[in-house]
């Protein structure tokens, strides 16, 4: 009973107790979750969807990523990507890859859109993850204010303050926002496609990424109302190119005007 006394008072006894417990809670957390994740992938979705999804998915996908979405060397496992990461993927045409390189291009999609809902049943059916977005998220009637906030603060670094993309490191790039549909633009923040990261619900809400989409969607329609944007390049790179530019004029004035008079 001595030694028994003395295991319960160890002084590691409540750092192991407190460990257990973060465990516990994680866990089910996290099991609860993937729960919540899973219907809401799958929900919208048939069972001939998922059977013609495979069949999609065999014939053009399995290449890459292996049978079952598995993976391989020449392409990740798509297990737990969800719908919205192969709807965005697939329709904006980034998917699969027309040639190798930093990052995949967008181009036309090879799919139409009932077989682009397939394949995202397929690997909706595969492991949960995010799901493609409601329309009440898409309809462009948020706060535009707050959306430009948001903007501003959580992509204006590599898409530009006016979403006209941008360069970043290794030949890859930050695309411009312009013509993109509401629904791929919201599929990117919750899916993190290339080099962007992921905007999870706990960070950036529903209701948050559609004030960014009004926002996107305002300036697009807005267009520019100063004139020529000059590439929307900022306050500072299109006043240098102002200054240079008049300055080049001025000298090239003065030289024309000193060559007329001798």
């Known amino acids: 009973m001595k030694a028994l006394s003395q295991k319960r008072r160890h002084p590691l006894a409540a750092i192991a107790l407190l460990l257990m417990g973060l465990l516990l809670t994680g866990g089910l957390y996290a099991v609860a979750t993937t729960v919540n994740q899973a219907k809401a992938s799958t929900t919208s979705f048939s069972a001939s969807d998922v059977e013609e999804g495979g069949k999609l998915f065999a014939a053009n996908c399995a290449t890459c990523h292996g049978m079952g979405a598995s993976g391989t060397q020449d392409g990740p496992s798509l297990v737990g990507v969800g719908a919205a990461a192969v709807d965005f993927q697939v329709g904006t045409g980034r998917m699969p890859m027309q040639m190798s390189g930093p990052q995949a291009q967008q181009k036309p999609a090879q799919f139409n859109a009932e077989q682009t809902k397939q394949l995202s049943a397929y690997v909706a059916s595969l492991g949960a993850g995010p799901a493609i977005p409601e329309e009440h998220l898409l309809d462009g009637k948020g706060d535009a204010a707050n959306g430009g906030e948001l903007f501003r603060v959580n992509c204006a670094m590599c898409h530009n303050a006016a979403a006209a993309g941008g360069a970043l490191t290794r030949g890859k790039f930050a695309p411009a926002l312009a013509g993109v549909s ?81």
Do not use: C
């Open 182 to 262: 509401p629904e791929h633009i919201y599929e990117a923040m919750v899916t993190g496609p290339q080099n962007m990261p992921v905007f999870s619900d706990s960070n950036v809400t529903p209701e948050d990424k559609r004030d960014i989409i009004t926002f996107l969607k305002t300036i697009e329609a807005n267009g520019s109302p100063g004139g020529a944007d000059l590439g929307s390049l900022g306050p500072v790179s299109e006043g240098l190119f102002v200054w240079v530019a008049g300055l080049g004029v001025i000298i090239a004035f003065t030289i024309w005007l000193t060559s007329r008079t001798s």
